[in-house]
């Protein structure tokens, strides 16, 4: 009798086994076809044409060495039509250090008059350079690297991302919008050709109006710095919503997104890397850095105008950020802000 209690128990245990075994397996398998349906669509944006810049001896390693990522926003509203033309609406570039867990941010004002790459010193405003170098059949990409590596004076651009209008606003609609602080009221038209409104104050945002917010420059006293603000108030929301745990839910959506509209040069794989550098960054270590332009009217045309003292300075600041050989005395800290 104790021989067959024993038995019976035996079998309900192997039982169990297979069963637990069965569920394992199935959430294996569910695993895997998640992650390989995220890895095809995060895959069709990666650029394996993307090369090291010329400013370094060789690519850095992200997670092991501090490095530069140029973030671009640009003027198209779709991925077709991204391959016919397109300028860059928004040019930031991080430099991060993962060992000091910090970051410098910095925001180039679309209209920066400056020299444009493979143009033999021609100057013009610098959204252009993609488009200079489509005419001189150079990849557009590169152009806009080698042009803002100039500008900041030697600066290496290590990576880029490019995400394009109805990629931004997908994402900002994917993840159940953003909330921002209208600081000064003002109306846009949309893309639909709707007209927007934004109170003072307090707002929550779908992508169609986060896009407005983040593109309004006319109607700001303070025009392209105003803009750069809004810019990385939005920016800065989003990165904590990408790469918080709640995101993980919309994996399969957001990768089918940003698969079509956006397009960058680290490997896929050091995206879990790059989230979680990010995370790792307190926001008193999290600074934006703004450059000084006034605006200035040459031939019929309005360019804001950045002098070569501003010029030196941001570039210090973004090369002391990097462990790369800087000067001091060509930094002026109080123009250097902290996020709050």
């Known amino acids: 009798m104790k021989n067959q209690r024993s038995e019976q128990r035996a079998a309900r245990r192997k039982k169990r086994n297979r069963i637990l075994f069965v569920f394992l397996a199935l959430f294996a398998l569910i695993g895997s076809f998640y992650i390989y349906q995220m890895w095809n669509a995060l895959a069709k944006g990666h650029d394996s044409n993307a090369t090291k810049s010329d400013l370094r001896q060789k690519q850095v390693e992200i997670g092991k060495e501090p490095f530069t990522v140029l973030l671009m ?157 809004r810019q990385q108030e939005v920016i800065n929301q989003l990165l904590d919503k990408l790469t918080g745990v709640q995101v993980l839910t919309q994996f399969t959506s957001l990768t089918e997104i940003v698969g079509n509209n956006f397009s960058y040069s680290f490997s896929p794989s050091e995206i879990p890397t790059l989230a979680n550098i990010y995370r790792s960054i307190p926001k008193e270590s999290l600074k934006h850095i703004t450059i000084e332009a006034p605006s200035e009217r040459i031939n019929g045309i309005w360019y804001d105008l950045v002098s070569q003292k501003e010029r030196d300075r941001v570039s210090n600041l973004l090369k002391k950020e990097l462990d790369l050989p800087y000067d001091q005395n060509k930094i002026e800290v109080p123009k250097a802000k902290k996020t709050n």
């Not at 993962?98 to 209209?111: F, L, Q, T």
């Open 73 to 229: 926003g640009v003027d198209s509203r779709t991925a077709k039509g991204e391959k016919e033309s397109w300028r860059s609406d928004v040019l930031m570039i991080a430099a991060i250090n993962p060992e000091k867990k910090s970051a410098s941010i910095v925001s180039i004002p679309r209209d920066t008059r400056t020299t444009i790459a493979h143009t033999n010193g021609w100057k013009d405003k610098i959204n252009s350079a993609a488009t200079w170098g489509r005419e001189k059949g150079v990849d557009p990409v590169a152009n806009v690297r080698l042009t803002v590596e100039s500008f900041l004076e030697s600066v290496p651009i290590d990576y880029y991302a490019k995400i394009n209008f109805q990629g931004f606003m997908d994402v900002v609609d994917q993840l159940n919008g953003v909330d921002v602080d209208v600081k000064r009221a003002f109306t846009y038209h949309s893309f639909n050709d709707k007209i927007l409104n934004f109170r003072l104050g307090p707002m929550h945002l779908n992508g169609e109006e986060a896009l407005a917010y983040v593109r309004m420059r006319k109607q700001d006293p303070e025009g392209d710095h105003g803009r750069n603000r």
